[in-house]
Nanobody, 123 residues
Framework: QVQLVESGGGLVQAGGSLRLSCAAS????????MGWFRQAPGKEREFVAG????????LHADSVKGRFTISRDNAKNTVYLQMNSLKFEDTAVYYC????????????????WGQGTQVTVSS
């Protein structure tokens, strides 16, 4: 089992940047595929980005491609989401998640979830 804690959310103006972090504890972090998801009020949770165990393979949603970048540091048991050129529509609660399978877009493929961190982008 792994415990996940997100940080780095906040209020930012459109066009600005934030970096989210997700610290993992428990079982070996490098044994998990990691993902970032987000959920806006009244909407379903949606995939943002995923990264393989080694960090070599990454996958980003089309809506964030070119603006957001997922990365991980297995020595620090942490996964990051660098968010640049933020837009109002990026406003959501952002969650990190861990999977024992491969990099997936479906939330059901992830076994462990953090509590989320709020990102609010003002227009």
């Amino acid at each position: 089992q792994v415990q996940l804690v997100e940080s780095g959310g906040g209020l930012v103006q459109a066009g600005g940047s934030l970096r989210l972090s997700c610290a993992a504890s428990g079982r070996t972090f490098s044994g998990y595929v990691m993902g970032w998801f987000r959920q806006a009020p009244g909407k379903e949770r949606e995939f943002v980005a995923g990264i393989s165990r080694s960090g070599i393979i990454t996958l980003h949603a089309d809506s964030v491609k070119g603006r957001f970048t997922i990365s991980r540091d297995n020595a620090k048991n942490t996964v990051y989401l660098q968010m640049n050129s933020l837009k109002f529509e990026d406003t959501a609660v952002y969650y990190c998640a861990a999977s024992t399978t491969s990099v997936q877009r479906k939330p059901d493929e992830y076994d462990y979830w953090g509590q989320g961190t709020q990102v609010t982008v003002s227009s």
